[in-house]
């Protein structure tokens, strides 16, 4: 039971943290939610409307899976096993907020070739330049640990695979968008 209220208090933690992030954005005046929308290849913007959709959906079913355990969907799986999704899942907020905190109003769901940005690599983009999909990444593991069902484990592979093309486009974006400063930021030290 302790787990299963760890996990729902760390999931309105981290959707309460997107959706106000994107509400603050929103205020400014600035488009945070870029998924599938915008000037981009129709391959991209086809890649974000699937990840907007297993996202949507992943986080439908993360929810419903921290209160109906004992389905016939759902997978039993040892209480050390659910503690450490617990700390994946804790990890994965943490990544997510250190990157929207230190995008500032750079930060967006998807991208647009039109958008006004600057390159970010400051704070923890000064270790990694997808925290916030290392952070959801971590977040979708977490949960099909500490509340393993097949569903969970489904969305988690498949939104895995959505983050990786999502940031490879993004990666091209800011290689095009900012050349040399941003190949000056990827290569490693």
Same mark, same amino acid.
């Given at each position: 039971m302790a787990v299963r209220v760890t996990l729902f208090f760390l999931l309105c933690f981290f959707y309460v943290a997107y959706f106000a992030k994107m509400l603050l954005l929103k205020k400014q005046g600035i488009a945070g939610d870029l998924l599938g929308k915008g000037d981009k290849p129709a391959k991209a913007a086809r890649a974000e409307m699937i990840l907007r959709v297993i996202t949507y959906l992943g986080a439908a079913i993360q929810y419903v899976s921290v209160f109906f355990t004992g389905l016939s969907w759902s997978i039993a799986t040892p209480f050390p096993l659910r %503690?450490?999704?617990?700390?994946?899942?804790? #990890?994965?907020?943490?990544?997510?907020?250190?990157? %929207?905190?230190?995008?500032?109003?750079?930060?967006? #769901?998807?991208?647009?070739?039109?958008?006004? $940005?600057?390159?970010? $690599? $400051?704070?923890?983009?000064? @270790?990694?330049?997808?925290?916030?999909?290392?952070?959801?990444?971590? @977040?979708?593991?977490? &949960?099909? @640990? #500490?509340?393993?069902?097949?569903?969970?484990?489904?969305?988690?592979?498949?939104?895995?695979?959505?983050?990786?093309?999502? %940031?490879?486009?993004?990666?091209?974006?800011?290689?095009?968008?900012?050349?040399?400063?941003? #190949?000056? &930021?990827? %290569?490693?030290?």
């Open positions: %503690v450490t999704g617990l700390v994946l899942a804790a #990890a994965g907020v943490v990544f997510f907020l250190f990157s %929207v905190t230190a995008m500032q109003n750079n930060w967006r #769901a998807g991208f647009d070739e039109k958008q006004e $940005t600057t390159l970010v $690599t $400051t704070g923890i983009y000064k @270790l990694s330049r997808n925290p916030t999909f290392l952070g959801f990444d971590l @977040l979708y593991i977490g &949960c099909s @640990l #500490a509340v393993a069902n097949i569903f969970m484990i489904v969305f988690a592979v498949a939104a895995a695979v959505a983050f990786h093309i999502q %940031v490879l486009g993004e990666e091209a974006f800011l290689a095009q968008k900012f050349g040399q400063g941003y #190949a000056r &930021c990827t %290569v490693p030290k």
